[in-house]
C-alpha cells in the first residue's frame, strides 16, 4: 500500500538542518520551541541528534537505539548489532547521506569522538538528554563546548511534505475505517453487555486488520460518569443507554500518526444538561477548524474554541489545550492552547480537539486533525459527527 504512496523527501532534510546549525545560539535558540541555546553564541558546528523521532526523520532509520551526528560536511549514524542490516538498508532506502557505523557502546562513542575531533561547540538536544548523560557526553569529549539546543529538528518536523502528508492521510482513512467496522457493537441488547475494554480491544484490533502498524496512543473508551475524565483509560464497566462515549484514538501507518476524537450518545439523542454539552462542543470545534489557516496564530485558534465554551458558562471545565500537531510523535509542536507561539504555515498538522467535562452529567470531546492549506485547512479524519450512531 505504502509503494502508491509519493516519495519523502528525506535526503533535502539534512541540509536543511545544518543551515540552522549556523544560528542555533545566536540570540537563543532556533528551534521552534524556544529553549536554552547560548545567547550570543557563535553558532554550533554540530549536532548529536538522540530523540528516535529526530533520527528517523533525518535518516530513515526505525530503530530502537541509535546516535545521528550532524557535522557541516558529515553525517554518522551510530547503533548496535541488533540493526546492522536494518540500518544500512534504511539509510539507503530513504536516500539520506549518512554513513554508518554498528557496533558495541565503545565503538559506538569512538565514531562520535572521531566525527567531532575539530569541533568546538557542540549541541545536545535537551528535550531528549538527561543530566547525567549531558555530564558524559561532556566528559567524554574532552576540551568541546557542549550547548543544550531545542527544537532544532522538530522545527523542521512541523511543516510536512507531501510524503509525510499522504502517510498521515493513510493512517486516518484506516481509523475512519475500523471506527466503522465497531460502531454496531453499540447496538447490541441488553442481554450483550458491551464494556468499555471490549469496545477498544475491537476497535485496536479492526484497525490492525485494515494495516496499521499499531495504535497511535493508547485507546481512550470512556463511557458514563467515565466520560467526564479526558484521559480515562477504559475499564471493564458496561457501556448503557442514554450515556455519552467519548472515543479517542489513532493509527500508526508507516510511522506516522492519526489522532481523532468522536462522542457518541448510545441508544438516542441525550437529554437535559448533556445535550447542551453536545451541542456546545459541536459550535467550538466548528468555529475552531473554521479559523485554522496559514497565518493564523495557533492561540488564536484556542481562543474561538474557548471563547465558545466561556460563553456557554463552561470555561472552567474545558482544561487542556485545544490542539497540537501530529507526525512520527502523537504530540508534536505546534503547541495549540493560550500559550501557543506558533504561526500556522501551509504543511502544518494539527487537532482541534475542544471537550466539556461534567462530574455527574458526563464529558464531550470531539477532535479532527487537520492539514493546514493556503485558503484555510483540509480534514485528515473524516468519520461523521452524529451524536447517534
Not at 502523537?330 to 493560550?338: F, G, L
Not at 506558533?342 to 464531550?364: D, K, M, N, R
Request: glycine residues 12%.
Amino acid at each position: 500500500m505504502s509503494e502508491a504512496l509519493p516519495p519523502m523527501a528525506v535526503n533535502a532534510r539534512m541540509g536543511r538542518l545544518v543551515a540552522r546549525l549556523a544560528d542555533a545560539g545566536h540570540g537563543g535558540d532556533s528551534g521552534s520551541k524556544g529553549g536554552p541555546g547560548s545567547v550570543g553564541g557563535p553558532g554550533l558546528d554540530a549536532l548529536i541528534v538522540t530523540n528516535l523521532s529526530n533520527v528517523r526523520y533525518l535518516t530513515g532509520f526505525t530503530g530502537s537505539a541509535g546516535v545521528l551526528v550532524v557535522t557541516e560536511g558529515r553525517a554518522v549514524l551510530t547503533t548496535d548489532g541488533r540493526y546492522r542490516t536494518q540500518s544500512v538498508e534504511q539509510v539507503a532506502a530513504a536516500g539520506a547521506e549518512v554513513e554508518v557505523v554498528v557496533g558495541g557502546v565503545q565503538a559506538q562513542r569512538q565514531a562520535v569522538k572521531d566525527v567531532l575531533a575539530s569541533s568546538g561547540r557542540v549541541g545536545l538536544e535537551a528535550d531528549d538528554v538527561t543530566w547525567a548523560a549531558s555530564r558524559r557526553w561532556a566528559e567524554e569529549l574532552e576540551g568541546v563546548e557542549m550547548v543544550a539546543t531545542a527544537g532544532l529538528v522538530e522545527g523542521l518536523r512541523e511543516v510536512k511534505d507531501a510524503g509525510e502528508i499522504a502517510r498521515m492521510e493513510q493512517a486516518a482513512a484506516i481509523a475512519d475505517d475500523a471506527l466503522a467496522d465497531v460502531l454496531p457493537l453499540l447496538h447490541r441488547s441488553p442481554d450483550q453487555p458491551l464494556t468499555e475494554t471490549r469496545l477498544a480491544l475491537e476497535l485496536d484490533t479492526a484497525m490492525r486488520r485494515r494495516g496499521a502498524e499499531g495504535t497511535a496512543f493508547e485507546t481512550i473508551v470512556a463511557s458514563g460518569p467515565n466520560s467526564a475524565k479526558p484521559h480515562h483509560r477504559p475499564v471493564d464497566r458496561v457501556i448503557g443507554a442514554g450515556e455519552a462515549v467519548v472515543i479517542d484514538f489513532g493509527a500508526v501507518f508507516d510511522g506516522y500518526r492519526s489522532d481523532m476524537t468522536r462522542t457518541f450518545c448510545v441508544g438516542g439523542e441525550p437529554e437535559g444538561e448533556l445535550a447542551r454539552v453536545f451541542e456546545v462542543v459541536t459550535q467550538s470545534q466548528a468555529d475552531g477548524v473554521a479559523s485554522v489557516r496559514a497565518g493564523a496564530e495557533a492561540k488564536h485558534v484556542d481562543a474561538v474554541c474557548r471563547d465558545v465554551i466561556a460563553r456557554a458558562g463552561w470555561a472552567d471545565a474545558f482544561e487542556h489545550g485545544t490542539g497540537h500537531g501530529v507526525g512520527l510523535d502523537i504530540h508534536e509542536a505546534p503547541t495549540v492552547s493560550p500559550l501557543g507561539t506558533a504561526i500556522l504555515s501551509p504543511g502544518t498538522i494539527v487537532t482541534v480537539e475542544p471537550g466539556v467535562y461534567l462530574p455527574g452529567t458526563g464529558g464531550v470531546r470531539i477532535e479532527d486533525t487537520l492539514v493546514v492549506t493556503e485558503n484555510g485547512s483540509r480534514p485528515l479524519t473524516k468519520f461523521t459527527k452524529d451524536i447517534v450512531p
